[in-house]
């Protein structure tokens, strides 16, 4: 019975938290139409742009404009801030990115990483007070839309239109479109996944021990039994843990519907006849909370998993735990393998979907405190079609960091590996145009090729281009946003009783508006249908 329902809104309450709801599921047409005859055109047109050569170039006829020379430009440090732990090797390739960045726009380089259990906080705390930045990253996981929105961004369509030409020719019109506020462009999406599918992954040394066989997890009901075998079988081994600390094991890992901006008011199943419902009062998400707690009570959670602050793949290279839920993709199980250091497999829960919200969950954005904005897009430009750029901000420093295998492979030098190189912060998808990443020696060759498919031929949402504008229910969203982060995780991680607190979570949401909210959306949701008939 449970085939279809979310244990990752605590993912999805962050989002709400944040004042996701600003978000808008991008146009799919430049000019924001998508029509339900041309849905699989839509879900063409949201892929990787024209990046589809292996090497992350493209073949569009877009026009080139020159940014000026560097000799033209003053000197000056741009700051770069994004999420990611601290890296003992960042000086040394700061100043190889700065050999770069000198000669051709006159400029150097400080990053900037900030943990990903305080970037909300701290990102925000940078915004608001004006602190010199030039480059960050903004989502739709955190709090990009309301804070564009506030005006702590600055706008991008002249600077784009400038300086921007190698950007649009890898990011199309429509994923452009995702990242607009009020009409106006305030942060370019990344290249990289572009949809996605949930799933279960797990340490293959367990599932081979314990002869599971992966092949018959298809729903989140299947995994009772499987959780029952390693904690049956694996006391010091917590059988599922969260993707990223401080949310429940579901963060982003099991999403059957378009949140359509937000987590209040969703479109279940993808479609739903574009009725929208407040996914907290759905029999499905009741379920999964029964589901969670049931796991909890057995163990099969952590017991501090509303508390604790380490991420899955922490633990999971520690030996602690044996699997996280996760939005997965083609590349999936060698890239957790890598990451984790030892083998890991999946299984598929979901099928393949594309929204809005799937785009723009990484962006950059120029904040209004930068001093110069004009060279801050030029570096964004660079992270779009600078192969050697690209790769040093994402893996380092060729010899040392990893070596070449050939062109376009790379693996860990001899002795190196991901617990004790200097330099990975394993976040390509985050810096610009991912087509340009070197591929590891794990890993598929094809691995971008299949990226690009992979997007083109995901099923769109049925309410794909539609864009929720939160002018008429700021006030409840603001409530609705303090109630989910008094119940949510508390909830979501199976710690609460819902048969207890799930009424009293419910009953303050439609106290702080959220009928209001879902009324507001479906009135909007109503007349965008009528445009694409």
Request: aromatic residues 8%; charged residues 20%; proline residues 5%.
């Amino acid at each position: 019975m449970l085939k279809k329902r979310n244990a990752a809104q605590a993912g999805l309450a962050v989002l709400l938290a944040s004042g996701m709801l600003l978000a808008g599921c991008g146009a799919n047409n430049a000019d924001g139409s998508n029509n339900a005859g041309g849905a699989n055109n839509a879900a063409n047109e949201n892929t990787a742009g024209n990046a589809q050569n292996a090497d992350g170039s493209s073949s569009s006829n877009a026009a080139t404009a020159s940014a000026p020379s560097a000799s033209d430009l003053k000197p000056y440090e741009l700051k770069i801030a994004f999420w990611g732990d601290d890296q003992k090797d960042l000086p040394e390739v700061e100043e190889a990115m700065n050999n770069i960045l000198k000669a051709k726009i006159n400029a150097t380089i400080k990053v900037m990483p900030i943990a990903r259990s305080q970037w909300a906080q701290q990102s925000n705390l940078m915004l608001t007070s004006g602190e010199k930045m030039d480059l960050i990253i903004g989502s739709t996981l955190t709090n990009f839309p309301s804070q564009a929105a506030n005006g702590v961004y600055a706008p991008l369509d002249d600077l784009l239109a400038k300086y921007g030409s190698d950007i649009q020719a890898v990011v199309t019109p429509a994923q452009l479109s995702t990242a607009k506020v009020n009409g106006q462009l305030y942060a370019v999406p990344t290249i990289k996944d572009m949809a996605q599918y949930y799933g279960i992954m797990m340490r293959k040394d367990l599932v081979d021990k314990y002869h599971i066989d992966v092949t018959k997890i298809k729903t989140l009901d299947d995994l009772t039994a499987v959780f029952q075998t390693i904690k049956g079988n694996e006391p010091d081994v917590t059988p599922l843990v969260a993707k990223n600390p401080g949310t429940s094991p579901f963060y982003a890992g099991y999403l059957p519907f378009d949140p359509l901006g937000g987590s209040i008011g969703v479109l279940p199943d993808y479609d739903n006849g574009l009725k929208v419902a407040d996914w907290y009062e759905t029999p499905q998400y009741a379920a999964e909370l029964d589901l969670m707690h049931g796991w909890y009570q057995a163990g099969y959670l952590p017991k501090d998993a509303a508390t604790s602050k380490q991420s899955g793949n922490e633990l999971l290279k520690a030996g602690k735990a044996f699997a996280i839920l996760g939005n997965l993709k083609p590349g999936s199980d060698a890239e957790a393998s890598r990451v984790v250091g030892q083998e890991m497999v999946s299984a598929r829960l979901t099928a393949d979907h594309a929204t809005s919200d799937m785009i723009n969950n990484s962006m950059w954005a120029i904040p209004k405190s930068s001093g110069d904005p004009d060279r801050a897009m030029m570096l964004m430009n660079l992270l779009y079609s600078d192969k050697e750029l690209f790769n040093l901000l994402a893996w380092g420093i060729e010899g040392k960091d990893y070596v070449k295998k050939s062109d376009n492979v790379i693996d860990f030098p001899e002795g190196i590996d991901i617990t004790n190189v200097g330099y990975n912060f394993n976040l390509s998808y985050l810096f610009g145009n991912q087509f340009l990443s070197y591929n590891w020696a794990a890993e598929d060759p094809d691995i971008w090729k299949k990226i690009d498919a992979f997007n083109k031929n995901a099923t769109p949402s049925k309410a794909l281009g539609f864009t929720f504008d939160v002018t008429n229910v700021k006030t409840e969203i603001a409530a609705a946003s303090n109630v989910v982060n008094e119940f949510s995780i508390g909830l979501e991680t199976g710690t609460l009783d819902p048969k207890e607190v799930l009424p009293k979570f419910i009953a303050k949401l439609k106290a702080a508006g959220a009928d209001k909210i879902v009324a507001e959306k479906q009135k909007q949701l109503d007349e965008w249908a009528k445009t694409q008939q």
